[in-house]
């Protein structure tokens, strides 16, 4: 690695946490830098977890936790970075939504690692410790319209989760006519992505590769999707699901 690439992934790397600075500072706003700029760069670095590796006990192990966000959704984003840096994507201009939605215009690379950042990233906000146990409001009545019952979508959901057959990802998404929809997708993909074959605004994820469930759950799969339901953060789902309807 030469030199300057090395300097140009140090400050890929740190740049996240120069933005979240610069907004903590009120000061530092007279700097003539665009915010969005900054809000563009900072959601390609990984952010701390809400919550302590051990929060989600006893539905998901310490451990798997720490594993998971520490080496595997660590390593999607520093690969990312990598492929940025590479494949020369100014992420002061793209952000990591237009990045998906042009995804087939980079490398297997970009698309890996851009997925694998942004999925885990919602995962991680996708559940907390000893949540409401219901939907409700808006989203509650449109899973209802969409699937009938919470009971059915959560079947759905279940079944996509269950049916994916090797590594990727389950996701409730709201459909470009504003209704609710259940896929999954390969490896790292997401709805969100131009390649894939449902397309979407996610609302809710889960991650489905062994190595989200497999110190507690070995190939139980079934068993941390059922256990999965005693974590999902439906404030956190509505909020998505909010932005989502009104974004169009
Ligand atoms: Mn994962």
């Known amino acids: 690695m030469s030199k300057s690439t090395q300097n140009r992934r140090q400050f890929i790397a740190t740049s996240g946490k120069a933005g979240m600075a610069l907004a903590a500072m009120p000061l530092m706003s007279k700097i003539n830098f ?33 594993i998971h966000y520490t080496k595997h959704a660590a390593t999607y ?3 990312l970075a990598d492929a940025a840096l590479a494949e ?21 690379k970009m698309r890996n690692n851009a997925g694998g950042h942004f999925n885990h990233e919602m995962f991680w906000q ?28 959560k079947t759905a959901f279940g079944d996509a989760a269950k049916t994916r057959f090797g590594s990727g990802w389950a996701w409730l998404i709201v459909k470009a006519d504003n209704s609710l929809a259940v896929c999954s997708t390969p490896n790292q993909d997401n709805p969100l992505m131009n390649i894939a074959e449902t ?40 909020k998505k699901y909010a932005e989502a309807i009104t974004k169009k």
């Open 126 to 153: 996708v559940m907390k410790p000893a949540p409401a146990t219901l939907p409700t409001g808006e989203l509650a009545e449109a899973i209802n319209k969409s699937f009938g019952s919470l009971e059915n979508f």
């Open 199 to 238: 397309k979407g605004a996610p609302i809710l994820c889960l991650d489905v590769w062994e190595h989200a469930y497999y110190l507690k759950y070995q190939n139980k799969r079934p068993d941390y999707i059922n256990a999965w339901w005693n974590l999902v953060n439906w404030e956190f789902a509505q």
């Open 88 to 108: 020369k994507l100014d992420t002061t201009q793209t952000n990591l939504k237009q990045l998906l939605n042009t995804i087939s215009s980079y490398s297997v």
């Open 34 to 66: 665009p915010s969005s700029a900054f809000m563009a760069a900072n959601e390609y670095a990984q952010q701390p977890l809400n919550y302590g590796y051990a929060a989600l006990e006893p539905f998901i192990d310490a451990m798997t936790m720490e």
């Open 77 to 79: 984003a520093k690969n």
